[in-house]
């Protein structure tokens, strides 16, 4: 059974950095794409960035692009985000989620598990 497991989250001033990781286990992964996603308050899940874990193929979505850098240990099974220069707006619960098909990689339905979630929020 897959499962994915988020820390690294926490409460921090705008301007600074954190870091998020997700330790996978319970499946081989060199076939799976790694997703992050945040959802705030009264919002949808949104899509942050995601990584093929064989390849590197990455890709972000415009708000985080230049800011957030995904990455991953094929050592460790963890996938990271990397958050720099938060700003007020990044304030949400950070989920981590794994899919093998590679289709629509930007939406939820393309992964099939998911984390638990971590909370960061930034303030001013």
């Known amino acids: 059974q897959v499962q994915l497991v988020e820390s690294g989250g926490g409460l921090v001033q705008a301007g600074d950095s954190l870091r998020l990781s997700c330790a996978a286990s319970?499946?081989?992964?060199?076939?799976?794409?790694m997703g992050w996603f945040r959802q705030a308050p009264g919002k949808e899940r949104e899509f942050v960035a995601r990584?093929?874990?064989?390849?590197?193929?990455?890709d972000y979505a415009d708000s985080v692009r230049g800011r957030f850098t995904i990455s991953r240990d094929n050592v460790k099974n963890t996938v990271y985000l990397q958050m720099n220069s938060l700003k007020l707006e990044d304030t949400a619960v950070y989920y981590c989620?794994?899919?093998?098909?590679?289709?629509?990689?930007?939406?939820?339905?393309?992964?099939?598990?998911w984390g638990q979630g971590t909370q960061v929020t930034v303030s001013s």
């Open positions: 319970g499946g081989t992964f060199s076939n799976y794409f």
């Open positions: 990584i093929r874990w064989r390849y590197g193929g990455l």
């Open positions: 989620a794994a899919g093998i098909s590679g289709v629509g990689l930007r939406t939820t339905s393309a992964y099939d598990y």
